[in-house]
């Protein structure tokens, strides 16, 4: 007998590991520390052990001295063809006990597979390594141990359950693994689920040779646990001596045995987090602000509306650009700034790994929102280059019409087009990657899937067609010709291709300004003037046929959130924390146009001054602007300032798209689109310094009081002295002031 633990798989794409690759690269990973002291015999990789690149990856396996233990198989070196990691099969001789008290000699051979596709995030391993299928390599790994003697042999796979008929190079392809004729069991991992399950309605077991009673997938074992240590998987193998005096396996059994809340703590494994636990709960209690009432940012729906998470960035990308060209208005000046930005979560960990952030908004939801390793570029870009990106992002959708002509190695999509005569919203190959699906703000446009998509996921040019039916600014077409500005991530060399050839060429300002520091800026400007809350422009349009029935592959922590859609009639099957919701397109030829203008309020220019701050309104609709207002004040829309003249203390109408600031405080502006949709959004200024003030005035303050209150011009600094001591505190946006003090007996001189 013999336990098999089934850990060949890691989640490492976490918060933890970002911030400490970003804060100190040199150091070892807790999560390597931690496997180096469990006692593996043989580990593989999995996709996001290569998010942070080659070199990374070496120097980790190195210093926690997994090297010697990695087994990697189908992933090799571009430059000669070798493994690169550890060895690509290997056997280990074990001692065991047979039941007559013997000694028994086992030699039990190891291959380690993973997804060929390998990291979405990092563009630098394209031209080092090459990868092989899955089953084809396993194949000839599996056949070569048998050569040298393996009795029994094991695949380790950082992949999926997969289907029957894969195609080639999936990522998913477990279940295939148990046809090859020389392995005797899989222990598999990546889609962070468990299997075998109790529940016998459960997808997996519709495949043939997959017995609901025993978990056996074509007579083997095959067995699959979830992510984050919420449990290992243990198969026992019961070996036998045949005839030819040769060692085989009999019979088997397994248990997943999960985490409980009175499981036992290991202080060696939890010491390896001593260094960063008291930095990283600091970086994640750290707030940012908090978020409106009732509001609840999330992505659960990113592949057919826009949203709160991807609004952010685009906001916050393009008040950045906005300073850059204030800076440069004699060239750039005219020009529209467009945003481009993709998701960092969308369900690439499993089902839970969606961004859904409410009440509070602390530093660790940055991670959500970008990953650290993105800096911010500008580019200029023609109205043609603007469109072929976009064409890009355009081809994750399934053609329409055409599922039941696609083999799908997603079961439940498979059994969804199939046996229910449904459609799949995208392509199988975008299934927990949407790292190439760029979406746009501060244009309109619409994406057409009834024809071939025109580019492939790595953009290389597929056909003469084209899904972007119409790309407008303010309801004007743009020509192929018209420059833009666009803000969007840097453009790496790995990161070209034909859809964006010629744009890393035009780079306006080229920064090392993280993506997530300038998300953040953003966001805590917007934090002084209230509680968060977003207004989600609808600038794109997915066109699909009149009540069109198509699956959506989501989470389910946000069932929730998308029942409640008009599009969504319930959820079709479960597996694992993913939902499929059945979604059907009505009849869009009637659905009238109730988006609301995408608007930015930009301060552009936060160099302290002594005169007017320029204030720029950046803002685009379907159906065109018709109104621009502004008023220095913290007002709403239900605010009787938008209806009065000025000179009665109302709001200033715009003929243009700026306004000057002259004090510091909020200024808060409506914009109305033609569709008659109006916004309000505001801006604090906090760094004009006239020669002169208004004077501050001073609450009354008792022996009571443990701070002193008053009001002043933003952002100066109140100073309370008290005897000897000072006590400071920075006049907030609004003009208030708060300085805690010690209580103090009656008569006790402060001063101000």
Not at 382 to 402: D, F, M, P, R, V
Request: charge should be negative.
């Amino acid at each position: 007998h013999r336990d098999l633990h089934s850990f060949p798989t890691r989640r490492s794409s976490d918060l933890t590991t970002d911030y400490i690759y970003n804060n100190s690269p040199e150091s070892l990973q807790p999560v390597y520390n931690a496997m180096s002291k469990i006692g593996y015999d043989a580990i593989t990789l999995g996709n996001h052990d290569f998010d942070y690149g080659y070199d990374y990856i070496v120097q980790q396996l190195d210093a926690s001295g997994l090297m010697n233990k990695c087994v990697l198989s189908n992933v090799y070196s571009a430059v000669n063809g070798k493994s690169v990691f550890g060895v690509e099969n290997k056997i280990i001789e074990k001692k065991l006990t047979n039941e007559k008290g013997q000694i028994m000699s086992v030699k039990v051979g190891i291959l380690g597979e993973t997804v060929p596709s390998l990291s979405s995030k990092e563009e630098k391993l394209k031209g080092k390594l090459v990868t092989e299928d899955i089953l084809e390599n396993a194949k000839k790994q599996a056949a070569a141990l048998k050569k040298q003697g393996a009795d029994i042999v094991i695949a380790l796979a950082h992949s999926g359950f997969g289907t029957n008929n894969p195609k080639k190079k999936a990522g998913d392809m477990a279940y295939m693994l148990t046809t090859v004729d020389d392995i005797d069991m899989v222990l598999a991992g990546h889609e962070h689920i468990d299997f075998p399950v109790a529940d016998t309605n459960d997808a997996h077991y519709l495949l043939p040779n997959v017995d609901k009673e025993t978990g056996l997938v074509n007579g083997k074992r095959l067995i699959m646990v979830q992510d984050s240590c919420r449990g290992i998987g243990v198969v026992d193998l019961n070996l036998k001596v045949n005839k030819k005096g040769e060692i085989e396996l009999d019979n088997s059994s397994y248990e997943i045995r999960k985490v409980k809340k009175d499981t036992a703590v290991d202080s060696t494994i939890t010491s390896t987090m001593s260094k960063w636990d008291s930095v990283l709960k600091t970086y994640c209690s750290t707030e940012i602000g908090k978020i409106a009432d009732g509001e609840r940012w999330n992505n659960y729906s990113a592949l057919l509306e826009s949203n709160d998470i991807m609004q952010i960035v685009h906001n916050a990308q393009i008040d950045y650009a906005s300073r850059f060209v204030a800076a440069n208005s004699s060239k750039y000046g005219n020009y529209p700034i467009v945003s481009l930005a993709r998701y960092t979560k969308y369900g690439g960990e499993g089902g839970g790994d969606y961004s859904d952030i409410s009440e509070k908004l602390m530093e660790g939801d940055l991670d959500s929102l970008a990953n650290y390793h993105r800096y911010v570029y500008i580019y200029s870009v023609t109205g043609k280059q603007l469109k072929e990106w976009l064409e890009w992002s355009a081809s994750i959708y399934q053609t329409t019409g055409t599922s039941k002509d696609t083999e799908w190695n997603n079961i439940i999509i498979s059994n969804f087009v199939n046996k229910e005569g449904g459609n799949s919203l995208i392509q199988e190959s975008y299934f927990g990657d949407l790292s190439q699906f760029f979406q746009c703000s501060g244009i309109e446009y619409t994406i057409d899937p009834s024809v071939a998509p025109r580019y492939d996921t790595n953009g290389n040019l597929l056909n003469d067609t084209h899904r972007i039916t119409s790309m407008t600014y303010n309801g004007k077409d743009i020509s192929d010709t018209q420059t833009l500005v666009l803000v969007t991530d840097k453009i790496t060399p790995h990161m070209q291709c034909e859809a964006n050839q010629g744009v890393s060429d035009n780079v306006l300002q080229s920064s090392h300004d993280n993506l997530q520091d300038v998300i953040e800026d953003y966001l805590r400007d917007k934090a002084q003037i209230s509680d968060l809350k977003l207004n989600v422009s609808q600038n794109w349009t997915l066109k699909l046929p009149d009540n069109y029935n198509f699956v959506l592959e989501s989470g389910k922590s946000g069932e929730e959130l998308l029942l409640a859609k008009e599009w969504c009639t319930g959820i079709y099957d479960s597996m694992g924390v993913y939902n499929y919701y059945n979604c059907s397109s009505g009849n869009q030829s009637t659905q009238e146009d109730e988006s609301l203008p995408s608007v930015v309020v930009s301060e552009t220019s936060k160099a302290d001054t002594k005169s007017s701050v320029p204030v720029k309104v950046i803002a685009n609709a379907k159906s065109g602007i018709t109104l621009k207002k502004y008023i220095q004040g913290d007002y709403d829309m239900d605010s009787d300032v938008w209806n009065i003249q000025p000179a009665s203390g109302g709001a200033v109408t715009m003929d243009t798209d700026t306004f000057d600031a002259t004090q510091n405080g909020i200024y808060s502006v409506l914009v109305q689109s033609g569709n008659g949709k109006a916004v309000v959004e505001k801006v604090a200024i906090t760094n004009i310094y006239p020669k002169s003030i208004i004077a501050p005035t001073v609450n009354t303050v008792s022996n009571l009081d443990g701070e002193v209150k008053g009001k002043a011009y933003p952002s100066l600094i109140a100073n309370v002295k008290i005897g000897s001591k000072v006590y400071k505190s920075t006049v907030n946006v609004k003009g208030s002031f708060t300085v805690k003090i010690p209580v103090q007996k009656a008569g006790k001189k402060i001063t101000v």
